[in-house]
Structures are given as structure tokens and as C-alpha cells.
């Protein structure tokens, strides 16, 4: 009488191909990811500067801190665009926008 199915050494000889394999694409992926929070920083970066440009012609002053710029009856940035998504804070230094390092 033949059983059909896998032996205890095949399913150890599976899951060691797959546990391999899991080992060489997670640091892939979790670098992929730290690149897209940094891109996304970036961007934000832009963003933020075009809103003390935007503040700056209203006001006719720059902006001395990224509170300026969250505060008030119209806000030219929410609170969560004061923070980039890899979770850094960004501050303002003589008129442009900075990561936190």
C-alpha cells in the first residue's frame, strides 16, 4: 500500500527553500521601503517651500518656524505636513525648509 504525500524530509527540504528565500528578500524589500519614506521627504521638502514662498508674498516676511505656517485661520500646511513620512521633523532656517537629522 503506497501513501501518497510528502516525507519529513521533504517538507523540511520546502521549508528551508522557503525560509532562504524569505532571508534574501526581506532586507531588499525593507530597503526599498526606507528609499520611498526618503523620496517622500523630498517632496515634502518642496512642498513646504512653496508654502513659505506663498507666506513670504502675503506677508512680506519670512517665516521663522514651521508653526507660522500650521497656525492661524487658513493654515498653509497641516500639522502632518510638518513632518515628513519617514517621521523626521522639518524646521525652517533663513527662509527654507530642513529635515531634522
Not at 506663498?54 to 498653509?76: A, D, M, N, R
Not at 515628513?84 to 531634522?100: E, F, L, R, T
Request: proline share 4%; hydrophobic share 40%; with cysteine.
Amino acid at each position: 500500500m503506497k501513501n501518497k504525500g510528502f516525507t519529513l524530509i521533504e517538507m523540511i527540504f520546502c521549508i528551508s527553500v522557503i525560509l532562504v528565500i524569505l532571508l534574501l528578500v526581506i532586507p531588499y524589500v525593507t530597503n526599498k521601503n526606507r528609499i520611498v519614506k526618503d523620496k517622500g521627504c523630498q517632496a515634502q521638502i518642496e512642498v513646504v517651500n512653496s508654502q513659505i514662498i506663498l507666506y513670504e508674498i502675503e506677508h512680506e516676511q519670512l517665516p521663522t518656524s514651521i508653526s507660522q505656517l500650521t497656525s492661524g485661520s487658513t493654515p498653509y500646511l497641516t500639522e502632518k505636513q510638518a513632518v515628513c513620512p519617514n517621521g523626521k521633523s522639518i524646521y525652517i532656517s533663513d527662509g527654507q525648509a530642513y529635515v531634522s537629522k
